[in-house]
């Protein structure tokens, strides 16, 4: 019998092919470029580590989307990251605790979580990242945005748009403005990121209705949530939204959706997703948070890049590939100047070695590359 099983991958998981690959590693390094010349300094952190550290470290982080599993050796529950902030956190709350603030640091790396996104199944993507330590003032947010427009324009993007929210805003008003029942606020939260006005108003936030019209391009939709806020519970927020669209302007196109929250967990006052022409799904999302630990915890700020369908479209639109085909004995030295030049070499192992199908460009002949 035929062990099919075998050969098969878990849904969400797959391997990347040489152009992905190639693809994949232009993107990581043009990026990580953009973050290095900004001053963030990578840090590698490990793939597993005990579930505890990362679920406690900032306020609102969702175990369950963890893979977990119990370590043999320390009998501890440990688990796999599904994002690489809430570690570069811990290593800026512990080893990193006495470094000079703000702490800039960056990050590449693989997450895993045990579900896709909504109809996305893929389960293990690619994470790079900076997080800013120190600071959530508008000042730190601006540079976050636009380290996050650079580097994804470094990447290959283009058309790029920055989409606003303000995370932490039922939370704002419902404290004092528009008062909501602790068991009402998690119902008016949802409805109010499913853009629902139905459940609204079921749900008890008639009076949150306005910001569902607070959307769409900044400058018209700052102006309506301005207005909605008519006792100035978020005029602090909405200055510091102008502030940090005023340093992006022209940069990228901007939008605000003041009451998305899909994917934002621990964000604080503000968050923004980033987006590309041509790219269905959003490639990034962040904003400000805190670190917890000590009394008050300490404030961040950040963004983390998923390029992968990024990457499936600059894999898809390739590139030519200049390949020196070296036949069985060649000159080494020549070959070796060709490298140094630049040029990627296939060296023949046999006679039966066919440099066209083996996606060569060129062939070395006397010294010198001839087209194929
Ligand atoms: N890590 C967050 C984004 C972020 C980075 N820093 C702050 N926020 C996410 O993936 O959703």
Redesign the pocket.
């Known amino acids: 019998m035929q062990d099919t099983d075998r050969d098969l991958l878990p849904e969400g998981l797959g391997d990347r092919l040489p152009q992905q690959a190639a693809a994949s590693q232009r993107v990581r390094r043009a990026v990580l470029d953009v973050m290095a010349g900004h001053g963030y300094e990578r840090v590698e952190t490990p793939t597993i580590e005990f579930e505890k550290s990362m679920a406690s470290r900032m306020a609102g982080v969702q175990v369950r989307r963890m893979f977990r599993l119990v370590d043999p050796v320390s009998l501890r529950t440990l688990a796999l990251r599904s994002?690489i902030?809430m570690q570069v956190g811990r290593v800026a709350a512990t080893t990193l605790a006495a470094a000079a603030r703000p702490l800039r640091l960056c990050y590449a790396g693989q997450v895993v979580t045990i579900k896709g996104d909504g109809l996305d199944p893929t389960r293990e993507r690619l994470?790079i990242?900076v997080?800013l330590i120190g600071s959530d003032s508008e000042a730190a947010a601006a540079e976050i945005v636009e380290v996050a427009i650079e580097s994804l324009r470094a990447a290959g993007a283009t058309g790029i748009s920055v989409d606003f929210t303000l995370p932490d805003l039922v939370d704002a008003l419902s404290a004092e403005a528009l008062p909501l029942a602790a068991s009402q606020v998690e119902d008016v939260r949802q409805m109010l990121d499913a853009k629902d006005a139905g459940g609204l108003v079921d749900a008890g936030g008639e009076a949150y209705l306005p910001l569902l019209y607070a959307v769409g391009p900044f400058d018209t939709a700052i102006e309506r949530l301005a207005e909605f806020d008519r006792l100035g519970v978020l005029a602090g927020r909405i200055a510091g939204l102008r502030a940090i669209a005023a340093r992006v302007d022209g940069k990228a196109r901007l939008t605000l959706d003041p009451s998305e929250r899909h994917?934002?967990?621990y964000?604080s006052w503000f968050g923004f997703t980033v987006y590309a022409e041509g790219v269905s799904c959003s490639l990034g999302?962040?904003?400000t948070?805190r670190i917890l630990g000590g009394q008050e915890g300490e404030p961040a700020?950040?963004?983390?890049l998923y390029p992968d369908p990024l990457i499936e479209v600059l894999a898809a639109e390739g590139g030519e590939r200049k390949v020196l085909f070296l036949p069985l004995g060649h000159d080494k030295q020549i070959a070796e100047r060709q490298r140094a030049i630049g040029w990627t070499t296939l060296a023949a192992l046999s006679e039966s070695d066919d440099p066209v199908a083996l996606g060569c460009s060129h062939r070395l002949e006397n010294g010198e590359a001839i087209p194929l």
């Open positions: 994002d902030t994470q990242g997080e994917g934002f967990e964000q999302r962040g904003g948070y700020g950040g963004f983390s």
